[in-house]
């Protein structure tokens, strides 16, 4: 054992498992879940015993006999998957396949540290209360949900976004647990902002609910002050931003997509890798069907169905928003090798000029074509692995009890 795996340490992961769970965090910072038998045994090898004495408590725990040799080859399987996992979490695709740190996490614990009296329960309730008051009254005007974006307009949204970021890390801070860098990052093909919270594994279900909260909690605090600066300037830039916050805050709390309602859900539940259930809940539906024999799902009765009512709402809400997407964009689809023609020509020809407007468009155009052609894909994909697994499992001969 050399002193790497020795400083293999897990701590327990609040989840609603009928049996309890551990994390570890890995060198590069990611966690990996660990069963109790695991955390047991890296427990008893930071504490330094041997592998006999390990064996002997096992055996005198199991009633049977377990050999050191035994022991040690479990452990050596243990460090390797821990190591693999160590790998494989920097490069699998896990929707956020770009990440770039412009702040490092010493700078983000400086400025989040005097935010965090913003968590304090009489503080954000009067922040919440006027913040209320002051987006009722911009709600109240005619045509309050126009929208006529402009440059200005988008670096106000993203302002707000940035700020989104910094309340999940000073919520995490407000906790006593140390944020990591905040950053940009592109999740599938979208850009977006990232705040490093991981260290919340660490932390109580309700407490990980709140610091997945942090960050629309901040972003409506900067919705409020824009609104109240356009209520004395009637500055048009800031209509529009606050329309696109309240929008986008919206669109965060939908679970289907890996954003905060998606946390919150899952932290909810207390099902860690919630987007990662359906296969186990499909398989265990089509053993059932089947009068397969079949192990029991790892949460309660409760907690099943709403893993199961879960897979089936994000399910139907990708389809949706898949065949929305598609019936809206299909002409811009079909004109799209027109207007890369007409592009090309405007580059060999002279009499023509590439006006902004056209440039424009054709960015846009761009954008939306790559985005359903990826979402195409990973709609597809889905499917296939579904599919792969279910044709695997009809292969498997019954055996089921008689």
Not at 21 to 33: E, F, I, P
Not at 132 to 153: E, G, K, T, V
Not at 209 to 218: E, P, R, S, T
Not at 319 to 347: K, M
Request: hydrophobic share 50%.
């Amino acid at each position: 054992m050399d002193k790497d795996e020795q400083a293999l340490t897990s701590f327990r992961l609040a989840t609603s498992e009928n049996v309890q769970q551990y994390a570890l965090k890995t060198k590069n910072g990611a966690y990996v879940k660990l069963s109790a038998s695991a955390h047991a045994l890296l427990q008893a090898v930071n504490n330094g015993l041997t592998f006999a004495e390990i064996a002997a408590i096992m055996t005198t725990q199991q009633n049977k006999s377990v050999a050191a040799q035994d022991v040690a080859v479990a452990y050596e399987k243990l460090v390797k998957k821990i190591k693999s996992q160590e790998i494989s979490s920097t490069t699998r695709l896990t929707g956020f396949w770009f990440t770039w740190t412009i702040l490092p996490k010493a700078f983000v614990k400086k400025v989040g540290r005097p935010l965090t009296r913003l968590f304090y329960p009489i503080n954000a309730a009067l922040l919440l209360i006027s913040v209320a008051a002051i987006i009722a009254a911009f709600l109240n005007q005619p045509d309050s949900w126009r929208f006529m974006p402009s440059f200005a307009s988008f670096a106000l949204l993203l302002l707000g976004f940035f700020f989104h970021e910094v309340g999940h890390a000073t919520a995490l801070l407000s906790f006593g647990e140390k944020p990591g860098g905040i950053g940009i990052a592109a999740y599938w093909i979208v850009p977006v902002f990232f705040s490093d919270v991981s260290a919340g594994w660490r932390l109580p279900r309700l407490q990980r609910i709140v610091v997945a909260l942090g960050g629309l909690y901040f972003q409506i605090i900067v919705c409020g002050a824009y609104g109240g600066l356009y209520l004395v300037t009637k500055w048009e830039p800031l209509h529009a931003a606050v329309v696109a916050i309240l929008v986008s805050s919206l669109f965060t709390l939908l679970p289907v997509f890996k954003m905060d309602g998606y946390w919150i859900i899952s932290d909810l539940l207390g099902v860690t890798n919630l987007d990662q259930q359906r296969l186990t809940i499909l398989t265990h539906l089509w053993h059932k069907i089947n009068d397969r024999t079949t192990k029991a799902l790892p949460w309660p009765t409760l907690i099943s169905v709403a893993v199961f009512s879960y897979t089936l709402v994000s399910v139907v809400t990708a389809v949706y928003f898949l065949t929305q997407g598609l019936a809206l964009r299909w002409p811009h689809i079909l004109a799209y090798p027109s207007l890369i023609f007409d592009l090309l020509q405007r580059l060999t020809t002279k009499t023509d000029t590439l006006s902004f407007a056209f440039l424009e468009q054709i960015i846009m155009e761009t954008y939306i074509v790559f985005a359903i052609i990826f979402a195409l894909f990973w709609f597809l994909r889905t499917g296939f692995h579904i599919f792969k697994h279910r044709w695997s499992m009809l292969q498997k001969p019954n055996m089921s009890r008689v």
